[in-house]
């Protein structure tokens, strides 16, 4: 074969971040933006690459598959990485699905997931696997740790506006690690906090299944994940006046402290307004449409 290509998308998630690590569910859609990758020949091994792996996930897949000699990946990005879309995962995805292609080897569906999660270990230490299973299944997910990956219809499309807090400074292996040690030190505050999460995506799935309004769920997961520590000071001021305004926000992903806390997710019920408001404040966003 002369040249293989593959495309994983990015995720967003709707709710459950860090309580999914300690085996609450979460819920995951997959975005339309991803990664793409292709595999050809060279001689030697390079790497042509628009997107920042600092982790080191490129040379981790390459090398699960024994692909390190006699090719040339590119690596084409149309997601920032280390902001809360599931780069990572859709970045392990893409170069493991296409060199499995191009070494003539191709991956099924549930090996993939393996081992883009194997990867992901290099971005997040403890990884719960809700990014991979977003990336790799794609849809929309009703996630628990252990491999519980459940799709689900909504009542209705939803959509809605992604919006840009800032870069963060740390890496989702550090936040990941915050929490983990306010977990060793306040096990009956934090285990309150993560419970009551994993309760709110529970009752997220049934709004969705109904076609409830989502404001409230959403803006208690984000309440919770500042009390979790895991929002730094912009995010948190950010979320203050969109709620003051009636409409749902909370950070998706890991989060961030003390530079931005990556991307927020933002609902209501007539997005006209949200808009609106969005473009008043000159934010940065996307549009991202569920179920
Ligand atoms: C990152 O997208 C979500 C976290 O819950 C980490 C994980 O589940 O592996 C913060």
Known sequence: MLLAKSFFPGKVLLSGEHAVVYGF???????????RVTVGPCSGFEVESDFNDEAGIIDKATKLLGGESNVKLRVESELPSGSGFGSSAALGAAVLDALGKYLGKPISNDKLYDLTLECEKLAHG??????????????????????????????????????????????????????????????EYIGRVLSEIGQISFDLRKALENGEDLEDLINRNGELLEDLGVVGERAMLMSREMRSLGFGVK??????????????LCCHHEIGKLEAFVKEKGWEYIKVNVG
């Open 25 to 35: 569910p979460a819920l995951v859609s997959s975005i339309d933006l991803g990664i």
């Open 251 to 264: 950070i998706t992903g890991a989060g961030g402290l003390r530079g931005g806390s990556g991307m927020m």
């Open 126 to 187: 403890n990884p719960s696997g809700v990014d991979p299973a977003a990336v790799v299944y794609g849809g929309l997910i009703y996630f628990r740790k252990g491999k519980v990956i459940e799709r689900f219809k909504t009542n209705k499309r939803n959509t809605f506006f992604v919006i840009n807090s800032g870069k963060p400074i740390e890496s989702t292996k550090d936040m990941v690690a915050i929490v983990d040690k306010r977990m060793k030190s306040e096990p």
